[in-house]
């Protein structure tokens, strides 16, 4: 109940912000949320690097978030395209590889728990990590506020359907050992329902639901649930269940935004890849 309650009173925020604030409040506003994710991980890391300087990070965070989003100014929108493109694919790029690429093969070569953080590295991992999702959500807005709502929609109705059907239906164990409650039942029902949203976004903006839409959507839809299983491999490794306690029913910020700071990243990649205006009525 305390989830549906917290869903039911941010999700009009989250619509109030992306359709009626003016670009600088959007992005300070982001900011300051994805930096009070970042606060969490630093807690997070802590045991593990006690005397390190872990608060730099939330300094570093939105720096690297304002020279990102200042470097790729005009990137991927049509009557602009041309050297910021070119400059901002290899840049975004190269933030996907430290952030999706260094959190999966941590995951996926069964590093053991307790050396998860240490072996990501909190400043290596956390900087581009919280930045990439600053300026994800700052660009696709700028591109499009429906875009910015086609990645929430991936992400959230994908996690609602994987909670749920894997709670009740779920048999088969997707990751005991990083997230012992997340099943393949309940991931296939999160990419299926993520894909669906995605064909529910095209019939309602676009009038059709084309491949590359499907492609995108599901493309963003994995991205969600490795960051969601990425966050999962750090709590575990740091001995705790839950980031924080700001949001009843879903723990903590980077609880909630774990999914996004992943998958959105990777929506703007390939949609600048693709070009904007195929997903642009």
């Not at 012992?180 to 296939?188: D, H, I, M, R, Y």
């Not at 529910?200 to 009038?207: C, E, S, Y």
């Amino acid at each position: 109940m305390q989830r549906l309650l917290t869903a039911a009173v941010g999700i009009p925020l989250l619509l109030a912000a992306i359709f009626l604030l003016p670009g600088d409040w959007f992005f300070a506003v982001t900011v300051l949320i994805i930096d009070w994710a970042a606060l969490e991980f630093v807690r997070l890391v802590r045991p593990q690097a006690p005397a390190a300087p872990l608060h730099a990070l939330l300094v570093l965070v939105p720096a690297a978030a304002l020279g990102l989003a200042l470097a790729t100014e005009g990137a991927g929108r049509p009557w602009t395209a041309g050297a910021p493109t070119e400059a901002a694919l290899p840049l975004v790029g190269a933030g996907l590889l430290l952030t999706v690429g260094i959190g999966c093969l941590v995951l996926l070569g069964r590093t053991p728990v307790g050396e998860a953080l240490p072996a990501v590295g909190a400043f290596a991992f956390g900087v581009p990590y919280f930045a990439l999702g600053i300026l994800a959500i700052y660009r696709l807005r700028q591109l499009d506020p429906w875009l910015l709502l086609l990645g929430f929609a991936v992400v959230f109705v994908g996690d609602t359907a994987a909670f749920y059907v894997g709670r009740r239906f779920g048999r088969r164990k997707l990751a005991p050992v990083v997230s012992p409650n997340k099943s393949w039942e309940g991931a296939a029902a999160g990419l299926a329902a993520a894909v669906a949203s995605a064909a529910a976004w095209g019939w309602w903006r676009l009038g059709e639901v084309g491949p590359e839409l499907l492609a995108v959507a599901l493309a963003t839809a994995v991205a969600a649930q490795l960051g969601d299983l990425v966050e999962s491999m750090l709590k575990r490794g740091s001995g705790i269940k839950d980031s924080g306690r700001l949001l009843p029913g879903h723990g903590g910020v980077l609880d909630r935004a774990d999914a996004a700071l992943f998958a959105l990243p990777t929506l703007l990649f390939v949609i600048w890849l693709l070009g904007p205006e195929r997903l642009m009525p």
